[in-house]
């Protein structure tokens, strides 16, 4: 069964330094990763997803992601945060396991707390 | 435009109560998904409707949970003789249609404690 792994529960960071929020998957088969977001007192939001072509995708606020392969990882960068990216980080993987649902399994998620 | 509505935001109840959570997914979207998001966990899957039809009910952790939705729109999460271990926030999503790369919609979730 696929599965996914956040290997930070925390990541604290100050204001405009570089982070990334790490993302371990598995899965026997192809898959499609997402990252979503879950800003305080909201509901979960799409930040960005892979499906196919190129392993490298990026988010209109500055978030990208690269898919590897050899590595089973979906991870998460920013190069410069901001205060507002303080919020809860989801990765999730979809795959052909899942009898073409589109159901999601979520990892455990990392609270990203940027500090000024 | 509106999105993904649920109901109550919160519910509080007994051990044993039944209780019954709603949702309102986005018009037009025929697929619709329950989570269930236990503290400090991300989101677990529960079930998924494709228009009136449970395609997949095989997240529901037994017989206790039911889900609904008649008329393809509005969906309903049943719990039977709620447990302690229910208290959990439920999600639910809709997606435009089924497919693994289908953008799923949240809702704000519904925060069950039972008591």
């Known amino acids: 069964a696929q599965s996914v792994t956040q290997l930070d529960s925390q990541v604290p960071v100050f204001e405009e330094a570089p982070v990334e929020l790490r993302c371990n998957y598995s899965?026997?088969?192809?898959?499609?990763l997402f990252w979503y977001v879950q800003y305080p007192n909201q509901g979960l939001q799409l930040l960005l997803k892979?499906?196919?072509?190129?392993?490298l995708v990026k988010s209109i606020n500055g978030f990208e992601a690269e898919f590897n392969k050899s590595q089973t990882s979906f991870h998460l960068r920013k190069p410069s945060v901001h205060i507002s990216d303080t919020a809860e980080y989801f990765c999730?993987?979809?795959?052909?396991?899942?009898?073409?649902?589109?159901?999601?399994?979520f990892g455990q998620g990392t609270t990203l707390q940027v500090k000024p | 435009g509106a999105g993904v509505s649920q109901t109550p935001s919160n519910k509080v109840t007994e051990k044993g109560k039944y209780v019954e959570l709603r949702c309102d997914p986005i018009?037009?979207?025929?697929?619709l998904y329950w989570y269930r998001q236990s503290l400090g966990q991300g989101p677990e899957f529960l079930i998924y409707?494709?228009?009136?039809?449970?395609?997949?009910d095989s997240g529901l952790p037994n017989d206790r949970f039911f889900a609904v939705r008649p008329e393809g729109s509005v969906s309903t999460l049943k719990i039977q003789r709620t447990e302690r271990g229910d208290s959990a926030v439920y999600l639910c999503?809709?997606?435009?249609?089924?497919?693994?790369?289908?953008?799923?919609?949240f809702g704000p979730g519904t925060r069950l404690t039972v008591l």
């Open positions: 892979y499906l196919s072509g190129s392993t």
């Open positions: 899965s026997s088969v192809s898959v499609y």
């Open positions: 018009s037009g979207h025929t697929a």
């Open positions: 999503a809709s997606s435009l249609d089924r497919g693994l790369g289908n953008e799923q919609f």
């Open positions: 409707f494709q228009g009136t039809g449970a395609a997949d």
């Open positions: 999730a993987v979809s795959d052909h396991n899942t009898g073409n649902t589109g159901k999601l399994i």
